[in-house]
Nanobody, 124 residues
Framework: QVQLVESGGGLVQAGGSLRLSCAAS????????MGWFRQAPGKEREFVAA????????DYADSVKGRFTVSRDNAKNTVYLQMNCLKPEDTAVYYC?????????????????WGQGTQVTVSS
């Protein structure tokens, strides 16, 4: 069992930056691939970024490539999402997710554990 707690959300102007953090419980954090997803009002939850358990492989949604960076610190059981050049369309609740696998996937249904989410609002 893994428990995930996100933090770092907030209100920012377009063009600004935020860094989200996700703290995970348990002693097997380094055995989990970690992902970030988001859900805007009235829309389905969508993939944003993911990182393999070693940190050697990452994947990004086309809409955030070049602006967002996912990273992890296995010693701190924490995964991060650095978000730069934010746009109003990035406004959503951002969720951290984990799956006990070395493989990064984009499908929401293949992630086993989820955090409670953190709100990100980008004003124009």
């Amino acid at each position: 069992q893994v428990q995930l707690v996100e933090s770092g959300g907030g209100l920012v102007q377009a063009g600004g930056s935020l860094r989200l953090s996700c703290a995970a419980s348990g002693r097997t954090f380094s055995s989990y691939a970690m992902g970030w997803f988001r859900q805007a009002p009235g829309k389905e939850r969508e993939f944003v970024a993911a990182i393999s358990w070693s940190g050697g492989n990452t994947d990004y949604a086309d809409s955030v490539k070049g602006r967002f960076t996912v990273s992890r610190d296995n010693a701190k059981n924490t995964v991060y999402l650095q978000m730069n050049c934010l746009k109003p369309e990035d406004t959503a609740v951002y969720y951290c997710a984990a799956r006990p696998s070395p493989i990064v996937v984009v499908h929401t249904g293949r992630w086993n554990y989820w955090g409670q989410g953190t709100q990100v609002t980008v004003s124009s």
